[in-house]
């Protein structure tokens, strides 16, 4: 799969476009926003991947679509191109699978096969994805995937706001109650 930035031609090596200290800046107004956390899990070509995310976000509802933002600089961001994957939302009990994806191991996480990509046990909610899209994002890739199945329990979410974890109450998540 090849991927385009808007004008339709293969992306090139992203050069550094801020300053470090507005980079810096710009990082932490962006922090301010709260995000769930996620781990993107997939089979690359030698073993089984997981990256901790929080830029991850709906798109659409017919076709159901959703969208990860991958770092360029991760090891397993070239490997995604073109593959199934699962996004799993994160418990408030599951901080220390996030740490584990996010390069600090601890230890070995529970996997569940799946006839579209492996994911992880007892997550938040999960959504198995076939590969739809890869658009240039500049320094990541914005991957959007058709989901094939999802489901979710109930529990407290894991959030992340001011460069540190928080939780979300289940109390104030519902939004399956608005339908």
Not at 20 to 47: E, N, Q, W
Request: hydrophobic share 40%; proline share 7%.
């Amino acid at each position: 799969m090849m991927i385009a930035n808007p004008q339709g031609h293969a992306a090139p090596d992203v050069p550094a476009r801020a300053s470090a200290p507005r980079a810096h800046h710009f990082r932490g107004s962006l922090g301010r926003f709260a995000t769930g956390v996620a781990i993107v899990t997939f089979d690359g070509v030698t073993k089984r991947h997981g990256i901790t995310v929080n830029s991850f976000t709906s798109v659409s509802m017919d076709p159901p679509l959703v969208l990860v933002s991958i770092a360029r600089s991760t090891k397993a961001h070239n490997e995604l191109a073109g593959r199934p994957f699962t996004v799993n939302i994160l418990g408030a009990e599951q901080q220390q699978l996030a740490m584990h994806f996010a390069g600090k191991p601890g230890p070995e996480p529970l996997w569940v096969e799946s006839e579209t990509a492996p994911r992880l046990s007892n997550v938040l909610a999960y959504f198995e994805c076939r590969p739809w899209a890869a658009y240039d994002g500049g320094d990541h890739t914005l991957y959007l995937g058709e989901v094939a199945d999802f489901n979710y329990r109930n529990g407290d979410a894991l959030a992340f706001a001011n460069s540190r974890f928080t939780i979300i109450p289940e109390s104030q998540l519902g939004m399956e109650d608005l339908l």
